[in-house]
Structures are given as structure tokens and as C-alpha cells.
Nanobody, 127 residues
Framework: QLQAYGGGLAQPGGSLRLSCAGS????????VGWFRQAPGKEHEGVAC????????SFEDSLKGRFTTSTDNAKNIVYLHMNNLKPEDAAVYYC??????????????????????WGQGTQVTVSS
């Protein structure tokens, strides 16, 4: 089971940290991806990390603002979102799947290939 949490309300330019906690399986055996879906928009990939070797891919438009980190001891993967914009508002999901999805050639396929999905957490960006 995966659980994403940490969403909430942030002001434009602000920051939030989302957490993805694994229960019942070890996240470093998988790639952990972050995805988001805003109302009326397609489900899109945000980032994906292989916690065992640190391989990470990001949606190009988010590079520089979003980063990921892991705490393998706690079995948690984090998504750090900085300089938030109103267009970042969405429900954010984490998911786990094959490690190859963390590499850039495969990242665009990750949203179709993840094996385990958590419930989403809402991120709202508004002043």
C-alpha cells in the first residue's frame, strides 16, 4: 500500500513537501513516481526516482522547481515543490513500478506502467 500526503494550500511562490510512504513493501525495490491530475487535464508525470541508485527523471517543465529525495530507513519518498505556481494545483499521486521508469527514456511511459498506486493528496496554490 502506498500513501501520499502533505498536500494543502500554498501561496504562489511558496513550497510544499509531499511524502509517499510505503506499507507492506520496500520502496527501494521499485521506482517511485509522482503524478498529478488537475481538473479537466490529463494525468501527467511529475517525477520518478529509483531509490536504490538515485536515478531520477522529471517532467521537463518542472526541472529546477521540483526535486525528490528519499529516506530509505523510513520507506518514504519525498517530492519537494518550490516556487509553486497556480498551474501546479492538482491532485498528486505516488506510485511504484519497475525501476526502469526512473530513467529518462522510460519516464514518459511511467503513468501507464506503474504497478501500485496510492491515494492522491490535493495541492492548492492560491493567494
Amino acid at each position: 500500500q502506498l500513501q501520499a500526503y502533505g498536500g494543502g494550500l500554498a501561496q504562489p511562490g511558496g513550497s510544499l513537501r509531499l511524502s509517499c510512504a510505503g506499507s507492506g513493501f520496500v520502496l527501494d525495490e521499485y521506482a517511485v513516481g509522482w503524478f498529478r491530475q488537475a481538473p479537466g487535464k490529463e494525468h501527467e508525470g511529475v517525477a520518478c526516482i529509483s531509490t536504490s541508485d538515485g536515478t531520477t527523471s522529471f517532467e521537463d517543465s518542472l526541472k529546477g522547481r521540483f526535486t525528490t529525495s528519499t529516506d530509505n530507513a523510513k520507506n518514504i519518498v519525498y517530492l519537494h515543490m518550490n516556487n509553486l505556481k497556480p498551474e501546479d494545483a492538482a491532485v498528486y499521486y505516488c506510485a511504484a513500478g519497475g525501476k526502469h521508469y526512473s530513467s529518462s527514456p522510460w519516464f514518459k511511459f511511467a503513468k501507464h506502467g506503474m504497478d501500485y498506486w496510492g491515494q492522491g493528496t490535493q495541492v492548492t496554490v492560491s493567494s
